[in-house]
């Protein structure tokens, strides 16, 4: 946990409040950060440029960030209902 809490440390630029960045680490805990050519994800993406949720965070645009956290719902092209249930539990907290 303590490596993903540096990378949204180094990463985020916006000021978050504790259940935004509890959230926030609960998603990239369960999905990944990402990493240049290998995976697209909540912070990076495949071709290095940043997610759209973090480009949202650091333009303050909080609620298209949260928006974003329903990317992560699929598995094989198919919505998986316990993905969409986390990414619904994390939405609210950020929210809060």
Known sequence: MAIFEG????????PLNQN??????????NVGPGKEGVKSRVIILK???????????????YRDAVNAFTSWIYIGGMIMKDLLKRR???RKLFLR
């Open 88 to 90: 619904k539990r994390e």
């Open 20 to 29: 935004q960045c509890d959230a926030l680490l609960s998603c990239i805990f």
């Open 47 to 61: 071709d290095n440029h940043p997610s759209i949720l973090l480009r949202s965070l650091n333009n303050e645009l």
């Open 7 to 14: 990378l949204i440390n180094h990463e985020v630029k916006a």
